[in-house]
């Protein structure tokens, strides 16, 4: 799954076609869809020919916290994404449903306090 941009110069960026992407291949039976976002975050990143030092320059984020958004450690808030999506080139929307369904996914980090 890729997030490319219409390579004409007067072009906005494209949008992509979600009839046409099969997430099947990479998710399994249990889509972890933080790292779909992280994997699409790269993978536009590499279709840009970005590097990570691009981008961080591009975007103002840290090049580790651009790491732990490619790994699906970090999930962007709504601004971030934003921010993101101009430094990849891209519409934020594609970013922003990945980054929401991702957050609404994420399980409490702890179910129950342990008792001492």
């Known amino acids: ?17 979600l009839d046409r992407v099969d997430l099947s291949a ?4 249990n889509p972890n869809l933080a790292v779909v ?3 699409t975050v790269r993978e536009q990143r590499e279709s ?3 590097t990570l030092a691009q981008v961080s320059r591009r975007s103002g984020f840290h090049i580790e916290v651009l790491k732990l958004i490619e790994e699906g450690v970090w999930i962007p808030n ?5 921010v993101l999506a101009k430094a990849l080139n891209c519409h934020w929307i594609q970013l922003s ?3 929401f369904a ?15």
């Open 97 to 99: 449903f990945l980054a």
């Open 26 to 29: 990479f998710l399994g039976n």
């Open 48 to 50: 840009e020919r970005l």
């Open 102 to 116: 991702a957050d609404e996914q994420r399980q409490p980090r702890f179910t129950e306090r342990r008792k001492l």
């Open 1 to 17: 799954m890729s997030i490319t941009k219409n390579h004409h110069p007067a072009a906005a960026p494209a949008a992509m076609n």
């Open 78 to 82: 709504d601004e971030e994404v934003m």
């Open 37 to 39: 976002l992280g994997k």
